[in-house]
């Protein structure tokens, strides 16, 4: 489990580049890791890889029956009044490739719970906690309520410094071991 800071992408998409999480990591343990879930560039915070092919689909496995706990703080436009849980599917964007949209009709089932945290006269930090893990999901669901994140550069256009979303914390049970594991990974609140 690592703390992945903005801007950098959690594994590369072409043979040159060299900059990223995975390629970190590969040189930290003199070796390949392998990517258990993902992070946008855009987003900080708490990233799982696994340390061996062997362990990788267990880890997957917990992932897909929800016996890895993930929760994300964001501080989003507007005043979020209430907690929620978010219950949208969401499918490509066919006007833009890197986007995806509320799709009811052809979208993946996409759960995201919403606890409100703190409301400011523009802005509201919550916290959200994934049942699904769907590309851009807690962006998508945010903006399709009427509050994008702050500083999104693909779902609102208010310059800001930086994607407002940190992976805060994971819990899971180590496969083996079986012992619990609870990483939570602080942001710097000046952000937030």
């Not at 049942?131 to 609102?156: E, N, S």
Request: glycine share 6%.
């Amino acid at each position: 489990i690592i703390n992945k800071p903005i801007g950098m992408k959690t594994h590369p998409n072409q043979p040159d580049e060299t900059d990223t999480m995975f390629n970190h990591l590969a040189a930290y343990l003199n070796g390949r890791p392998y990517v258990v879930h993902r992070l946008d560039k855009e987003t900080s915070g708490v990233l799982l890889f696994a340390k061996n092919p062997f362990v990788l689909p267990i880890l997957g496995r917990l992932l897909e029956e929800k016996q890895i706990y993930r929760r994300y703080q964001s501080v989003i436009h507007g005043q979020l009044t209430k907690d929620q849980t978010i219950h949208q599917k969401i499918g490509r964007d066919r006007h833009d490739r890197r986007k995806r949209v509320v799709d009811p009709k052809n979208g993946q089932i996409a759960i995201t719970h919403v606890t409100v945290e703190k409301i400011n006269e523009r802005t509201t930090t919550v916290s959200c906690v994934l049942d699904t893990g769907r590309t851009h999901q807690i962006r998508v669901h945010l903006a399709h309520l009427g509050h994008p994140i702050v500083g999104d550069p693909l779902y609102q256009n208010k310059p800001a410094k930086r994607l407002m979303l940190h992976a805060t914390q994971m819990h899971l049970i180590h496969p083996f071991t079986k012992e619990k594991m609870n990483d939570v990974v602080k942001i710097d609140a000046s952000l937030f």
